[in-house]
């Protein structure tokens, strides 16, 4: 079955940086988009970012681009998120998505749907 297993959350400075990994098995990862997507206490589920099949295109929410980094390795099935200059308002639960249904539209690319997700890797930036 599809398995999405995320890794790297932490403690961390404001101004400091941390790597995500979502490690996904059960599925031909190389075929999906794939996303990443927060939740915050108290607040709905934010979309972070999302990668194309072949990471060959990338997409940002406002609140992090120019921050974070989102990558894949298709050889080794993981999906990363590189956070850096982190604020306190990403504190967050941050977890992987495998992208359903996908739009393309002015804006760019965008994911209207997922089908899968992970439980998620605490993100907490505090002093």
């Known amino acids: 079955q599809v398995q999405l297993l995320e890794s790297g959350g932490a403690l961390v400075q404001p101004g400091g940086s941390l790597r995500l990994a979502c490690a996904a098995s059960?599925?031909?990862?190389?075929?999906?988009?794939m996303s990443w997507v927060r939740q915050a206490p108290g607040k709905g589920p934010e979309w972070v970012s999302l990668i194309t099949n072949d990471g060959g295109w990338t997409e940002y929410a406002d609140s992090v681009k120019g921050r974070f980094t989102i990558s894949r390795d298709n050889d080794k099935n993981v999906l990363y998120l590189q956070m850096s200059s982190l604020k306190a308002e990403d504190t967050a639960l941050y977890y992987c998505?495998?992208?359903?249904?996908?739009?393309?539209?002015?804006?760019?690319?965008?994911?209207?749907?997922?089908?899968?997700r992970g439980q998620g890797t605490q993100v907490t930036v505090s002093s």
């Open positions: 998505a495998r992208v359903e249904r996908v739009s393309d539209g002015p804006g760019g690319l965008a994911p209207e749907s997922f089908d899968y």
């Open positions: 059960g599925f031909i990862f190389s075929r999906f988009y």
